[in-house]
């Protein structure tokens, strides 16, 4: 069967994180965005597990869902939204800081586990290394590799996957303190990794620019700090829905791993080089003609996924690997409605929106991919119809993330807004009262809009 599974979340115990990232939210939100899988996050957080252990019940297939006191508690809060098929992963993330080969690491994993029994055992394991009540993702001094056997100790099934591995600061390829080969990094256990996750700021085509990673099955997770935030980035699956399926599938030439859905990865934090507080974003050229130093501090630009890519490419762009699967790139359909009506996405009007389609036409997913646009345009108005057909053709500008902040996504210029938005007052309201000024019927513009 076809299923959308985000594997990399975080619960209320990481640090900056929503305190709606409990199993109820997780699972409306899961609902409402179209997931048919979710990771519970932090598994070695001992008070996560309790409350997951409290909510979650074993579906006999390596996954969990709510359990039947939660279900029918929840289904009365939030009508039409189908909760009892969405099924959770139990994964969690750690963060390692350590010296190898005389240079200070710091690398995120994310790691998954059909049981909470084995996510018990590999805590008790971690609690002797270090603290792990402090924060729902961890931070030890542990080696990679280290955790990696460890893993492999306490459960022979796991699922261990390199996190988001071109952010500059925090991952296994990080411009900053990661490496520049998996093998140095995994050494003799390298042969049991088997997917990476390419995280937001990158996308499948930079990625098919590094001969070494054809061998590894590319995931994408929304690493979300609130349920809001779940599947900006997921995978799409066609297998049977169970651990062992999913865990068969992420290998490189795994059959059932279909491919992903992406952010555009300008959208992501670290696609460009610069600095957030002194001003600069800077593309990879534009860093080099600079010799990569910030002219408002002096110091080293913080360089971005883009740059990074290029720096261990051993292939030109464009090229298609035999192994590359299938992608689609997204833009959330918050950003979307935003953007149609012109206004920001933190509004009660866009949160309205948003609900009423989410509960009234379908899941955000399937809105943003597959729901023919003249039914999101008797839901939702022209503007944002349009909105959706410009991002499923890749008709936008985005100003590149860097250095920490997010890329600003513009699908619509205010002079485009107005025109859409009256050329559907005149289609929907043939009998409406006479015009007040400006344009007369008529006189409306019916040009194609410029290309962007
Ligand atoms: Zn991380
Ligand atoms: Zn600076």
């Known amino acids: 069967m076809q299923f959308i599974a985000d594997l990399h979340i975080h619960s209320h115990y990481s640090m900056a994180t929503s305190k709606k990232c409990d199993p109820y939210n997780l699972c409306i939100w899961a609902a409402k965005k179209g997931l048919d899988i979710v990771g519970t996050g932090d598994f070695t957080h001992p008070a996560w597990r309790e409350e997951l252990r ?39 993330e750690i963060s390692s800081i350590y010296k190898r080969h005389g240079r200070t690491r710091k690398v995120h994993n994310l790691v998954m586990v059909p049981t909470l029994d084995a996510a018990d055992r590999i805590a008790a394991r971690l609690s002797e290394i270090g603290n792990i009540e402090a924060d729902g993702r961890p931070i030890l001094g542990l080696d990679s590799r280290d955790l990696l056997e460890l893993c492999l100790e306490e459960c022979e099934e796991v699922m261990f996957v390199p996190a988001h591995i071109w952010t500059p600061h925090f991952s ?39 001969s070494a990673l054809d061998r590894f099955a590319l ?37 059932g791993f279909v491919g992903t859905l992406e952010f555009f990865p300008e959208e992501g934090k670290y696609h ?115 909105g959706v057909r410009r991002v499923r053709e890749g008709q936008l500008s985005i100003a590149p993330g860097f250095d920490g902040e997010y890329g600003k996504v513009e699908i619509f210029t205010d002079a485009e807004r107005n025109e859409l938005a009256g050329q559907a007052k005149l289609f929907t309201m043939p009998h409406s009262e006479p015009h007040r000024g400006g344009k007369k019927p008529g006189e409306t513009s019916s040009e194609p809009l410029p290309p962007r």
């Open 54 to 92: 409290e909510s979650l019940v074993e579906d006999g297939q390596g996954l969990f869902r709510l359990n039947d006191e939660r279900l029918s508690e929840l289904s009365k809060s939030a009508p039409g939204l189908d909760l009892s098929s969405v099924r959770f992963v139990v994964s969690g």
């Open 172 to 210: 296994l390829f990080g411009a900053k303190s990661g490496f520049d080969t998996v093998e140095e990094c995994f050494g003799d256990l390298v042969d049991h990794i088997t997917a990476m996750e390419t995280g937001l700021s990158s996308d499948p085509p930079m990625n098919w620019r590094l």
């Open 219 to 255: 995931i994408s997770n929304s690493d979300a700090h609130s349920p809001g935030n779940l599947a900006r980035e997921s995978n799409l699956f066609d297998c049977e829905m169970s651990y062992t399926a999913i865990r068969n599938a992420l290998t490189a030439d795994g059959g």
């Open 272 to 386: 460009y080089d610069g600095h957030r507080k002194c001003g600069i974003r800077w593309d990879p050229a534009q860093t080099n003609l600079h010799g990569g130093v910030c002219p408002v501090c002096g110091k080293q630009v913080t360089q971005g996924v883009l740059h990074r890519v290029d720096e261990l490419a051993d292939r030109p762009e464009g090229v298609r690997p035999q192994v590359a699967r299938h992608f689609e790139r997204l833009v959330p359909l918050r950003s979307v409605i935003a953007s149609a009506l012109g206004t920001s996405e933190q509004t009660v009007s866009v949160t309205r929106m948003y609900e009423l389609l989410v509960h009234s036409l379908a899941p955000e997913l399937a809105i943003l991919r597959t729901v023919p646009l003249d039914e999101i345009k008797a839901a939702a108005g022209a503007v944002i119809a349009e």
